[in-house]
């Protein structure tokens, strides 16, 4: 038995020596045909590169620091625009063998020193970074379509999983210049320093269109073996700075002052995924022109979802909430690619202090209700459903409830000035038409009971069957016009009230925005369920500054234009 164990332990010396033997000779033979190893992976990688793409990958020198590491200088890629789109003066990365055998990619502690990127869009609309969206040839194109019929859970769920896994080195970015350049136009960031270590992120950028001074600083944790993501962005000197390359990527400007974003994901089972998302933003804002001529500004923004996927559909979780300064919308979203596709929009707003809900308004968005006072409550739901496929099956409720509301000061504008003799000015486009007084004081004004009651009937039908029925808002109305667009593709049709008409010539400009017609509902909603003015004098206004052809205001211009009439009862 000794003697058993004796020859086993010979033996593993043996194993054990051979094992170093074998591993030296190979080290040894790494060590003398590296640089030649390393020549023809680089050659392989550009012919592929340039057979797929006819990018140009060009370098001066590259070779080994130490035993595994590897050195590129002055490296460079040019696509087929001929401007070159990357350049740097030195660029590194450890090849790691484990990282390989463990599935992940065979580099870790990657370094760019001293470049730039430069995205370039020429006036023929060519850029030098087209080819990164090129669609793939034909064998791959097949591959493409079949991940593309794969569940939206499978999808989602391998993004993630490739996410974390390059996620998973560090790496670190020093004197790197970011410029986009459009036409005439340009955009530049200098990223400072960017880097990755065991999970901690840090990264430092001046933006030159910024305020002088403003840096971007981000922190963050990215915990592949967590798989949580945390950042938090801000300004350095504290200031509202506009974010570098939105308005570029999306056409809209937008401001911010700091961010803070926690996403984690949990595989709720085999077919669904649970993305947890915690969310602030310090003085956001934007500007478009679609939304409001103004910037919109928010003081705060935070947004706790939970967020499901399956193999069809997206669909929050019923504790998801959305809060806007200090209003909260609990909030349901869905949308469905089973069979057909459907979107689900759920908003609720607990009862709340109408003064709350006021006061956390977006600034610049509805310009006419800023610094308005009000008490009591105010609760509201909102429910759309529709199936894009079968438009007519839209679903659309809308119901903003008050308790004891009392409106104590108006803001910038007096509702009720039109209760009385008011100056209108009439606009088209913004271009001032003409103004003139509505009230006794105009002789082409007309009281309403002078008006034939035909004529009165005529204009309802046409406009607002329901006038005296609803309070300001006509849900069905505006279920069809939706409806029309959905169809249409476009904004063909709108479901506007008389009286929010009315509110819209008389108060508000005539900017076809988002804002617009949100203020416009409310100002109506303020105005026919406080009783402001009655229905009676909303039609006489409305009839009165209405152009009933090319610069012809109101009726009594209007029965003296296409009847010589001064006597409005006998039209």
């Not at 794969?150 to 560090?170: C, P, Y």
């Not at 004197?175 to 340009?186: P, Q, Y």
Request: aromatic share 12%.
């Amino acid at each position: 038995m000794i003697l058993f164990f004796l020859f086993l332990y010979m033996s593993f010396k043996k194993i054990l020596l051979l094992f170093f033997i074998l591993l030296a000779v190979v080290g040894a033979c790494f060590m003398l045909f590296r640089d030649v190893i390393l020549e023809q992976s680089l050659l392989q990688i550009q012919k592929k590169i340039f057979d797929k793409y006819q990018v140009k990958i060009e370098y001066r020198d590259a070779g080994f620091e130490g035993f595994a590491r590897v050195v590129i200088n002055n490296l460079s890629v040019t696509p087929p625009s001929g401007d070159t789109l990357l350049y740097c003066t030195k660029t590194a990365a450890d090849i790691s063998l484990i990282r390989y055998v463990k599935g992940q990619p065979p580099i870790n502690n990657f370094l760019l020193e001293s470049g730039y990127i430069h995205l370039i869009n020429k006036n023929d609309s060519t850029t030098n970074y087209a080819f990164v969206f090129n669609k793939k040839k034909n064998g791959e194109a097949e591959n493409t379509t079949k991940t593309s019929e794969k569940s939206f859970s499978l999808i989602l769920g391998k993004i993630w999983k490739n996410f974390f896994d390059l996620a998973d080195f560090n790496f670190q970015v020093t004197d790197f210049n970011i410029k986009w350049l459009n036409n005439n136009e340009s955009e530049n960031v200098l990223l400072e320093a960017c880097s990755l270590n065991k999970t901690r992120l840090n990264m430092v950028a001046t933006a030159a269109q910024a305020s002088p001074g403003t840096k971007w600083e981000v922190i963050g944790t990215v915990d592949p073996k967590s798989e949580i993501l945390d950042l938090h962005v801000g300004t350095s000197n504290n200031l509202v700075t506009r974010v570098p390359f939105f308005e570029k990527i999306t056409g809209i400007k937008f401001f911010l002052n700091s961010f803070g974003l926690s996403l984690s994901m949990h595989k709720e089972n085999n077919h669904t995924l649970r993305f947890n998302i915690n969310a602030a933003a310090v003085a956001p804002g934007i500007n478009h022109w679609r939304i409001s001529p103004e910037d919109v500004l928010i003081d705060s923004v935070g947004v706790n979802f939970k967020v499901f996927v399956d193999d069809t559909s997206f669909y929050s979780g019923k504790e998801s909430v959305l809060i806007i300064n200090q209003l909260a919308l609990l909030t349901h979203l869905s949308y469905s690619k089973n069979i057909q596709n459907r979107i689900t929009t759920v908003i609720n707003i607990n009862e709340t202090d109408a003064g709350i809900f006021f006061n956390s308004l977006p600034k610049g968005l509805f310009s006419t209700l800023e610094k308005i006072k009000i008490s009591g409550k105010i609760s509201y739901k909102l429910k759309l459903d529709v199936n894009l496929e079968v438009p007519d099956s839209l679903l659309f409720e809308s119901e903003l409830k008050k308790s004891n509301l009392k409106i104590l000061q108006y803001g910038n504008e007096n509702f009720a000035s039109i209760n009385s003799s008011f100056t209108y000015t009439a606009r088209e486009k913004e271009k001032v038409m003409r103004v003139f007084q509505v009230g006794p004081e105009n002789p082409m004004f007309t009281p309403i009971e002078l008006i034939n009651p035909l004529l009165i009937s005529s204009v309802l039908t046409a406009e607002d069957g329901t006038f005296y029925f609803h309070r300001g808002f006509n849900e069905e109305a505006f279920r069809e016009s939706m409806v029309t667009n959905i169809k249409e593709k476009r904004f063909a049709r709108g479901g506007s009230t008389i009286s929010m008409q009315l509110v819209k010539n008389v108060f508000l400009n005539r900017n076809k925005t988002i804002s617009r017609k949100i203020e416009e509902a409310l100002i109506v909603w303020l105005i026919e369920n406080n009783g402001i003015v009655s229905k009676s004098r909303m039609l006489e206004v409305y009839l009165n500054i209405i152009e009933w052809g090319p610069g012809i205001y109101g009726i009594g211009e209007a029965a003296e234009f296409y009847f010589s009439k001064n006597l409005f009862n006998s039209i």
